[in-house]
């Protein structure tokens, strides 16, 4: 816990307290703020109104004055038969699971992750890729032209990696994931299956519309839809994804996969290189949405206790 966050957060809890004394008269306060996410997923904070505090609980107090506010901070067991720190791999930050992860949820969520989309994250990615694939535009023949390999080992090498980057397999492992959460009554494996189905369908409905766009035609003259890698996209975004979900360590293998789907489409003669640069930044803009909103809203919930009121800070999302 950093100290420096902690003190803020209580400092504008306090304050948000102080702007509404008209609490201590007994009447109705909209209580709802938005306090940044420094405590965590678990944490909370407690703003308890005393008319008399102990010189004991290290407050000197004179009656005359304004009634006292303590404040302190509890963190509930994560596990009462385990430790409770935080295991060192899961990611801080991760998506809280749904109470519902049907059909329904996952349009519902689909929905807003479009509403979600424009972002000052997704602007920065969008930002990087773009200026990425223009400063690699340059060299993206003699990049071909260098990777084209004939040897039978380095063909049969990458051979897979473009039916692991297609949507019908990565949907595929999607849906599985999904299901099999769905059946035996996991509900984090389900959302892991519902994140990666919408990340896959956000990134179609980002990858699509720029083919069209740009029609760039590809290096072995197939067609005109090279710009940008939907392979490169689809596969960064279930990456992303599941980094976010289950944290780096867990997600190691995934951006393996992603980087040798992204790899053989050069060795394929089927994309450029700034194509494939475009499409890992598409992709990661698409699973980060999916994972990323809905984190870092707070609600102040007024509680009676004996001898005044106790005002519970809640971190609440999707």
Do not use: C
């Not at 998506?95 to 920065?124: C, E, M, W």
């Not at 035609?217 to 992303?240: K, V």
């Not at 992204?262 to 475009?278: K, P, T």
Request: hydrophobic fraction near 40%; glycine fraction near 8%; charge should be neutral.
């Amino acid at each position: 816990m950093n100290r420096d966050a902690d003190a803020r957060v209580r400092a504008q809890a306090v304050q948000h307290v102080e702007h509404r004394r008209q609490l201590l008269l007994g009447q109705e306060v909209d209580l709802k703020v938005q306090v940044p996410p420094a405590f965590g997923k678990s944490r909370h904070v407690v703003l308890r109104h005393q008319d008399h505090v102990r010189e004991e609980d290290g407050f000197e107090h004179n009656d005359t004055e304004a009634p006292a506010w303590v404040v302190s901070d509890t963190v509930p067991p994560l596990d009462q038969d385990g430790p409770q720190e935080q295991k060192a791999d899961a990611p801080e930050d991760k998506p809280p699971t749904p109470a519902h992860t049907g059909f329904r949820a996952l349009l519902v969520g689909l929905k807003d992750d479009i509403t979600h989309l424009p972002s000052r994250q997704n602007l920065y990615l969008a930002g990087i890729g773009g200026g990425l694939a223009l400063g690699t535009h340059a060299v993206d023949r003699t990049v071909n032209a260098r990777v084209l390999n004939q040897y039978d080992v380095v063909n049969e090498i990458f051979a897979p990696a473009k039916y692991y980057g297609d949507t019908p397999a990565q949907m595929a492992f999607s849906i599985g994931t999904w299901a099999l959460g769905r059946v035996m009554d996991k509900p984090k494996m389900s959302h892991l299956g519902m994140g990666l189905l919408r990340a896959q369908a956000l990134t179609e409905i980002l990858v699509e519309p720029i083919k069209l766009a740009t029609r760039r035609e590809r290096p072995d003259g197939s067609n005109r839809q090279s710009f940008p890698s939907g392979h490169a996209a689809i596969t960064l975004a279930a990456a992303a994804v599941i980094e976010r979900h289950l944290g780096w360590r867990r997600s190691v293998v995934a951006y393996a996969i992603a980087s040798y789907v992204a790899a053989s489409r050069l060795h394929d003669n089927r994309h450029y290189l700034s194509d494939v640069v475009f499409g890992a930044a598409v992709g990661s803009i698409a699973g980060r949405t999916v994972t990323a909103h809905g984190r870092d809203v707070w609600t102040l919930t007024p509680m009676p206790v004996p001898g005044g009121v106790v005002i519970a800070a809640t971190r609440t999302g999707f």
